[in-house]
């Protein structure tokens, strides 16, 4: 009898000791959702009658919603200091495309310190800090990605994306098919724990949305017009606004996801915008703009929803910015950050679950070409030294630093301290080269948004980024990429290309170190540009998009080390050689 409650005891206590190990409390998941060029006025909850976004205005009113929320005032900065929770200089990017939107590979990101701690990690959509492994979001801590790399894309529907490395085609429109692709990454993860980043590039031009919600905005009579009304393009403003609403029910839907999978109590959601917003439409009356480092330019909604411990309609007065989210959600995850280099954020945790202020003096500072304002929580010194008060004057029309000499003397000060220790990191030319061949990437892909082109040859637009080369109707003309060999051996070589009938028979030559390789255009591939089929107005500076086949040149050796791949067409048989998107190095055998 007393071996048999001996025996009895060993069970029941076997099995409290299961159920309490069942019952200790799982790492909250992280879903990071940011938008590209929306402004903060472009939330019903912000006052903006002329859009509608529940599903956006819920995490605030479920959760907590910052009142003074700052970024930078263009993409790739912003995403830098949101991945670092440094300022973007200190991280190498001074730029948004050609290389320059790059986080030096000394950096460790928030998505290490998840990866580090368990968290299965991935990214969806925009990434926009490099394209090459290990620049790559790959390379940065997140295990899944599927997206694009490059600042803006010409088409959002049915696109070409990159995910974990190789090309696929997208299915539908962008926005819509990154957030299936969230959910699907949730339902996958759902015994968690999980860090979800979903970067979508709405509303960023070109201005294209599904007809379901252009339908709603096409004609219709906008209540509010932006401070400048003479500068507003309504049908911009019209197609923005729809593609802000496309966004809202997408975050709804992952939302939703999450409520279906049980773990909306247990899933930290973060949302934030990278930039104001991209028209001269309604943003609360700020000045500026995407570009300014004005207040309508660096001001973000932030909203942060954790049923478990941020108590519904929470409101978070003091200043803060992205640099902060990483150390925030850090604190509230409860895990310690892998990076070794200091932090320029602070955590807001205590903001979120005590009401605790974060530093009372504290200035946050807003750069871009050249220009830098800063930000305590009163005043704003902008980028020509003028003092506004933001409290009494938030649209900054009335500068009082000749009546508030020391706050301006101070401000000033410390504009110009920080821009001497920040940007000695971004002096002088960006000589990073592009990095080929790293170990265990399958592919490299050079764009021509990274390469250099001499003689007759032009980008297909202004902006480089969706860019591709075309004109090229000598051959003294010639084609250049910056790169660094990682790994000696020899890459199938492809040239991603158009050709027009009268070009075949062109040879096309590529060479480095002095090795080359060569290969003759044999048939004609001569798709139209497309992507403005899809614009509501009509497109400023995004390159239309054609679909480029590989022209194959063959496996070239190649020694490790620094030089310049060279594109050149020695022999051209037309009036011009080939239209050119990039090249695409595979690592073969050594």
């Not at 060993?10 to 409290?16: A, E, I, N, R, Y």
């Not at 265990?440 to 297909?460: C, H, N, Q």
């Not at 991603?496 to 075949?504: F, G, I, N």
Request: charged letters at 20%.
């Amino acid at each position: 009898m007393t071996s048999r409650i001996a025996a009895a005891a060993l069970v029941l206590f076997v099995c409290s000791t299961t159920v309490a190990v069942a019952e200790t409390p799982r790492k909250p998941n992280v879903v990071v959702v940011l938008s590209d060029d929306q402004g903060w006025g472009d939330l019903s909850i912000n006052g903006n009658s002329n859009l509608r976004t529940p599903n956006l205005d819920s995490l605030a009113k479920n959760g907590a919603r910052f009142s003074r929320f700052f970024v930078q005032p263009v993409c790739s900065p912003t995403r830098a200091e949101f991945l670092t929770g440094r300022y973007h200089p200190r991280c190498g990017v001074r730029g948004v495309t050609t290389g320059g939107e790059r986080l030096n590979l000394s950096e460790s990101t928030i998505a290490d310190s998840f990866a580090a701690a368990g968290y299965a990690t991935g990214c969806f959509g925009k990434w926009h800090n490099g394209t090459q492994f290990p620049y790559h979001a790959l390379g940065r801590g997140f295990r899944e990605f599927y997206g694009f790399t490059s600042g803006h894309w010409g088409d959002y529907f049915n696109p070409p994306l990159d995910h974990n490395g190789k090309p696929v085609t997208g299915n539908g429109f962008f926005a819509d098919d990154i957030t299936d692709r969230a959910i699907q990454f949730i339902d996958k993860n759902r015994q968690g724990p999980f860090f979800c980043y979903v970067a979508f590039n709405t509303p960023h031009s070109p201005m294209q949305v599904p007809d379901a919600y252009w339908n709603r905005f096409a004609n219709k009579e906008l209540s509010l017009l932006g401070s400048a009304k003479q500068k507003e393009d309504i049908n911009h403003t019209r197609a923005a606004l729809a593609m802000c609403e496309n966004l809202d029910a997408n975050v709804g839907r992952i939302l939703k996801a999450l409520d279906q999978v049980n773990l909306t109590n247990d899933t930290i959601v973060v949302y934030f915008c990278d930039n104001g917003p991209n028209g001269a439409r309604w943003n609360g009356g700020m000045k500026g703009r995407k570009g300014s480092t004005d207040e309508g330019g660096v001001r973000s909604p932030l909203h942060i929803r954790w049923p478990n411990r941020i108590a519904a309609g929470t409101e978070v007065k003091s200043i803060a910015a992205a640099i902060d989210l990483l150390p925030t959600l850090v604190e509230l995850t409860g895990m310690s950050h892998v990076g070794k280099l200091p932090l320029d954020g602070v955590s807001l945790a205590g903001s979120l679950i005590s009401g605790k202020s974060v530093v009372s003096d504290r200035i946050l500072f807003q750069h871009w070409a050249g220009r830098t304002s800063a930000r305590s929580q009163t005043h704003r010194l902008d980028s020509d030294g003028k003092l506004f008060d933001m409290i009494a004057d938030p649209e900054q029309t009335l500068d009082i630093a000749a009546t508030n000499p020391e706050t301006a003397t101070s401000l000033r000060s410390a504009v110009a301290a920080w821009r001497k220790e920040a940007l000695t990191a971004i002096d002088g030319k960006d000589d990073r080269p592009f990095l080929v061949g790293a170990k265990g990437f399958p592919r490299t892909e050079l764009p021509a948004r990274d390469g250099v082109s001499f003689g007759t040859i032009k980008r297909s637009a202004a902006a480089p980024n969706c860019s591709y080369f075309t004109n090229w109707t000598s051959p003294n003309d010639r084609i250049t990429w910056d790169v660094e060999i990682l790994q000696p051996g020899r890459h199938h070589v492809e040239v991603l290309h158009t050709c027009e009938a009268t070009s075949v028979g062109t040879i096309v030559e590529l060479s480095f170190s002095g090795r080359k390789i060569a290969a003759k255009v044999a048939d004609v591939h001569d798709p139209k540009p497309h992507g403005s089929a899809n614009d509501r107005v009509p497109r400023a500076g995004e390159s239309l998009m054609k679909e480029f086949k590989p022209l194959v040149l063959g496996e070239l050796k190649l020694p490790a080390g620094r030089g310049l791949l060279t594109l050149t067409a020695p022999k051209m048989t037309g009036r011009q050689a080939i239209d050119v998107r990039g090249l695409i190095l595979i690592p073969t055998r050594d």
